[in-house]
């Protein structure tokens, strides 16, 4: 059966995420057979290199043997148990390991299926926290513009990304929202450094008016994922850190995207020194295996509920699959490849090669930046350079792209007009090399040409992913 006969028997019954249905008329869906390494294989025996790491998640390859041979293993012995009431090995083994390798403090774990979950986990904590506290009045939450959480509606009201929220306002929380410290944004000769100081002073007012209504801040550290790949320096991390500490309110690191090794160091609060009161981690938790998130705070936080079961102060927040054993599994063979093979060090080989590979785009006259975090390199194609000026989202100059890669051999899925890489850690250096050119290609041809806009897309701006 060849990939029409799947495609056609897709698109009878699936309704796909993130996704315009009627594009499928003209752009058509790719269905995948088989995995192995950094390939996608499809039924007709055509290959892709995953540059996107099937959305941020799978860092070890596809058909890991390490990460089955442990699910296979698991599922001989206990598939699922409820937790509450209940435990299992695999739980209690990756609770102890997440505490021992994430910032001291993190002392508790909670767990959920998938990382808006988690994120919504960490809000209602919060917001419980400071209840049970005798502070009802700290029920707001501060984000940064540009920011993206998830798509359940609290993640949503703490996410600033329009395409995803727009429509669901009357929904959604009453958020406070302060300008990110994008560095993309900055002026020019300013570092990166020095614009992330600059653009504290926002916050710095937020929380000097508003910390007696707040309960959280809660940011995507280094980096804005579904924003557009945008980045900003650690200092920012560090000033939040002691600002939320000096006005009484929680801080909230989404790891979701950029836990596990993906900005050259294990989570991302590390580059700048801080714990975080609420870290949640998804993604590459069970290296692209088995749906799961996990809430890391502390013994501060957990104190706040542990009591008679009559006060009602207990955390009463539950998903069926909360602990799974066999997501747990997956988890742990993850951590044993960090712990045994030296990822990090090995990563930062290769985010070196992905720079150099890149680097002649910064002289691309439609490039306005190449800019770069560990293993995340994102190249920003703009229709005028020297004042930055984007694209109408409308023309979805990223499609192109994306569609060359697929003629190439390659899965790339820019965000809006952003071409970014975000591979898994088992590629090569020669693998980045293909990328880097295939890359350089699609934006050639992107950019080289006008667009026209078809009237009726007028309701999804590019060709985006949430991550």
């Known amino acids: 059966m060849n990939n029409q006969h799947w495609m056609q028997r897709d698109l009878d019954v699936l309704w796909h995420p993130c996704t315009q249905m009627k594009d499928h008329e003209r752009l058509p869906l790719i269905p995948i057979r088989r995995g192995e390494g950094v390939w996608l294989e499809d039924f007709e025996g055509k290959r892709y290199l995953d540059a996107v790491s099937s959305w941020w998640v799978n860092v070890f390859g596809h058909a890991n043997p390490r990460i089955g041979e442990r699910i296979k293993r698991q599922v001989d012995q206990l598939e699922h148990v409820m937790l509450a009431g209940f435990s299992h090995q695999p739980v209690v083994e990756l609770s102890e390991r997440l505490v021992k390798i994430t910032p001291p403090g993190l002392s508790r774990v909670f767990y959920a299926d998938n990382g808006s979950s988690g994120i919504e986990v960490a809000l209602k904590m919060s917001f419980h926290y400071w209840l049970n506290s005798g502070a009802p009045a700290k029920k707001r939450f501060v984000t940064l513009t540009n920011s993206y959480h998830g798509e359940t509606v609290a993640a949503m009201s703490v996410g600033d990304v329009a395409l995803f929220t727009d429509t669901y306002k009357a929904l959604l929380l009453d958020t406070l929202k302060v300008p990110s410290p994008d560095c993309y944004l900055r002026p020019e000769g300013v ?20 910390h007696h209504e707040v309960a959280a801040v809660i940011v995507e550290p280094l980096i804005q994922g579904a924003g557009g790949m945008r980045m900003y320096h650690p200092i920012y991390l560090t000033l939040l850190r002691e600002a939320c500490d000096r006005y009484g309110v929680h801080l909230i690191h989404d790891e979701i995207a950029v836990g596990f090794g993906r900005t050259g160091t294990m989570f991302a609060c590390e580059q700048a020194g801080i714990t975080p009161d609420f870290l949640v981690l998804s993604k590459a938790l069970t290296g692209g295996y088995l749906p799961m998130a996990a809430v890391l705070t ?50 930062k080989r290769l985010a070196t090669r992905m720079a150099s590979a890149t680097a002649h785009l910064a002289d691309h006259p439609h490039v306005a930046e190449v800019r770069q975090t560990g293993m995340a390199l994102a190249i920003e194609m703009v229709q005028d350079k020297a004042g930055k000026v984007a694209y109408p989202w409308q023309e979805r100059r990223g499609l192109r792209v994306y569609q060359h890669a697929l003629t190439r051999g390659a899965l790339l899925r820019p965000l809006g007009s952003v071409v970014y890489f975000l591979p898994p850690y088992v590629i090569s250096e020669e693998q980045i090399d293909f990328l880097a050119d295939v890359a350089s290609e699609g934006i050639d041809l992107a950019t080289r040409t006008s667009v026209s806009v078809p009237v009726a897309d007028t309701r999804y701006p590019g060709f985006r992913d949430p991550g």
């Open 298 to 347: 502390t013994d501060e936080v957990y104190g706040a509920f542990y009591d008679e079961y009559a006060t009602l102060r207990a955390f009463l927040h539950s998903h069926t699959y909360t602990g799974n054993p066999l997501a747990c599994a997956a988890a742990l063979a993850t951590l044993d490849i960090f712990e045994e093979d030296g990822v990090i060090d090995a990563n």
């Open 191 to 210: 570092s990166w450094e020095e614009h992330s100081r600059t653009m504290f002073a926002a916050m710095e007012h937020t929380l000097a008016e508003h």
